[in-house]
């Protein structure tokens, strides 16, 4: 879908004072992968107006937290998700980020829609790299290795199936038993999935291999990787988080979703810093992959890396689609 389809775009009523709230079921069930994939492609192919994300730190005797606001505006659409961090709350038994996002018409400001932002960000973050597969990993990889069993790792197996021949997935997590909770659930929906005792072993086995954990020390090595593999790195959004060890950028050609990524993940800081790799050893954004700007995957030897911090386009992008979508009861 691309941003400025008028079938996005406002209704009659648009300016009423009532604002449709879409919960998390229906925007869940309005951005199906096979259909966001592509929408996600269109959006990256046409681009966005994104504003620097505004991150806000909020102090609290019980514990501090993050207001973030990531503006976004495209054809006649305009939107903007606001999120809450407050990493405390996991020891109080809920989600360390709560997210919301406002959709409206960008010739007048008129909110259209209140829609779930937690769902609007995992799912549009695990088909980002699920996009950025379709460009770098092997035509015919069919192993895929998840390490991290969260929200958004739950969601990696059907995501890069939408876009290789995914047979086979195995699971890590330091935690044993979470990784053990997500291997039952993907059994159950139809996958061949095991939890992973060595995640060297089952690196070295993987044709994918996608990272979604809050690590602040590498926890992929480079020596790993055998040729050919394709490494997705979505965990590290700050300085001071890293998933892969230098030795993972030495030997890849490296992606990132947009050129944010180079100030604000360590995953790039880190060897960047340490002089392994420069900026000019980016090969290109998503961006420049979807338009054709760059060439993807070369051969079937390389090792290809993919890095992602997130973008407000493509959170604009999935809420135009679930927003036109919504009430579809069959989304085929």
Request: hydrophobic share 45%.
């Amino acid at each position: 879908m691309r941003l400025d389809d008028p079938t996005a775009g406002p209704e009659k009523g648009a300016g009423d004072a009532t604002v449709p709230v879409i919960g998390a079921v229906e925007t869940r069930d309005a951005l199906p992968f096979d259909a966001l994939i592509p929408a996600l492609k269109a959006a990256f192919i046409a681009g966005a107006t994104v504003p620097e994300r505004h991150h806000h730190h909020i102090p609290h005797p019980e514990g501090d937290g993050v207001l973030l606001l990531m503006p976004a505006w495209s054809g006649s659409l305009l939107g903007t998700k606001i999120a809450t961090i407050h990493p405390g709350n996991s020891a109080r038994g809920l989600p360390s980020v709560h997210s919301t996002y406002l959709l409206a018409d960008a010739a007048t400001g008129a909110p259209l829609a209140l829609l779930d932002g937690n769902e609007i960000t995992t799912r549009r973050t695990i088909a980002v790299s699920a996009l950025a597969a379709s460009f770098l990993a092997r035509e015919h990889a069919s192993d895929l290795l998840i390490v991290g069993a969260g929200r958004i790792a739950a969601l990696a197996a059907e995501a890069f199936a939408a876009v290789r021949p995914i047979r086979t997935v195995s699971v890590w997590n330091r935690d044993a038993a979470k990784a053990e909770r997500l291997v039952a659930e993907l059994r159950a929906t139809g996958f061949a999935a095991e939890a992973a005792t060595s995640l060297e072993d089952a690196a070295r086995r993987a044709g994918i291999v996608t990272c979604a954990t809050p690590s602040t020390a590498p926890i992929i090595h480079g020596d790993w990787l055998q040729p050919g593999t394709h490494l997705d790195l979505i965990g590290s959004f700050t300085p001071a988080m890293r998933e892969a060890d230098d030795a993972c950028f030495a030997r890849g050609q490296i992606y990132v979703d947009t050129r944010d990524a180079l100030a604000e993940a360590g995953d790039l800081t880190g060897p960047i810093a340490a002089g392994v790799i420069t900026v000019d050893d980016i090969r290109g954004s998503l961006a420049d992959l979807c338009t054709g700007r760059v060439a993807g995957r070369a051969s079937g030897d390389d090792i290809t890396v993919f890095k992602s911090v997130g973008t407000a386009l493509a959170d604009l992008a999935a809420a135009a689609m679930a927003y036109a979508r919504r009430g579809v009861s069959d989304l085929g």
